[in-house]
């Protein structure tokens, strides 16, 4: 069900059920609930846009890609010099013992449902053999929700749609853009100690 509230008079969507996608935490109390649709300046338990930089100018409710999330990698500095700097993603394994599904389709009409160990390992099909092609990330930070711990930093699997809350510890060495690292540092100020 779509989220709508005014901002500046008008009327925009700001997200669909708890999932704000058009509308940053910091923004909550900029816009005014339309009838029907909850109040996003005094609801809990929200997923929240992440305050990407390039994205200021915008406002809520005027935003492209309604789910945009973030790759989350370092950079690993290596002796050599900066040929030989390489890039770690976000780690998997402990997600992976929760697998989510991806199906995959022909145009025959075949469709497979197989495992997804979100990029730590390949399915066991049993005879059918598995590959990687040209292996891709895919961990992304993709929210931020607001808990009675604190505003907590929401990861996903690209490929499936499986989302864990993690903690500020665990994300901020992989988030890769200064900026946006920054202005998260705030929220992760929010949480306990």
């Not at 497979?112 to 990687?132: Q, S």
Request: net charge neutral; aromatic share 12%.
């Amino acid at each position: 069900m779509g989220e709508y509230a005014t901002y500046n008079g008008v009327s925009i969507k700001i997200g669909t059920c708890e999932s704000m996608y058009y509308l940053r935490y910091e923004d909550r109390g900029k816009v005014n609930p339309q009838r029907g649709s909850l109040n996003p300046a005094t609801t809990d338990g929200l997923f929240w846009r992440l305050p990407f930089p390039d994205e200021d100018n915008n406002g809520p409710g005027n935003y492209d890609e309604y789910d945009r999330g973030l790759r989350l990698y370092r950079k690993i500095e290596d002796s050599r010099g900066e040929h030989f700097t390489r890039y770690e993603d976000f780690p998997a394994e402990e997600l992976a013992k929760n697998p989510g599904t991806l199906q995959m389709s022909h145009k025959c009409g075949l469709l497979v449902n197989m495992p997804c160990y979100h990029g730590a390992r390949l399915p066991d099909l049993g005879p059918v053999r598995t590959f990687w092609n040209g292996k891709s990330w895919s961990i992304e930070l993709v929210h931020l929700k607001n808990t009675s711990e604190g505003v907590l930093p929401i990861i996903r699997c690209r490929h499936c749609g499986s989302m864990w809350r993690c903690t500020w510890e665990e994300v901020m060495p992989y988030i890769p853009d200064d900026v946006l690292k920054n202005r998260l540092a705030v929220y992760a100020k929010t949480v306990p100690a």
